[in-house]
């Protein structure tokens, strides 16, 4: 079984991931999930999936979301969702954060040696030499 972490869990890939791991849940584990400030919809995946670490970009919903959820880790900010995309309880990090924002959670999943599946152009147009090597 995989373990997995989703960068961008309340995006649109996000969900279709998650709607996937429903149907293949002896294959894959959710670990960890990402998201930047819906934690509305973040409490849910996290309730359903029963997971254990998340991380929220925006601080202040990082903050009430740890209130709702005291049992679970919640970080915050770009540094908590690299922790998330490096941590070594994750085998597999998709990463599907919108634009130039998912450069340094990607890059953290790969010096961590995480297998990665990367759902972002923007990383591999801006920075595709230094993700290739």
Partial sequence: MKSLAILGSTGSIGESTLEVVRHLRNDFKIFALAAHRNIDLLEKQIREFNVPLVAVYDEKQAMILQKRLPEITVLAGMEGIEI??????????????V???????????????????????????????????
Avoid: C, F, R, Y
């Fill in 84 to 97: 998330v995309a490096s941590h070594e309880g994750v085998d597999l990090v998709l990463s599907a954060i």
């Fill in 99 to 133: 634009g130039m924002h998912a450069l340094k959670p990607t890059i953290a999943a790969i010096k961590a040696k995480k297998e990665l599946a990367l759902a972002n152009k923007e990383v591999l147009v801006s920075a595709g030499e230094l993700i290739t090597q």
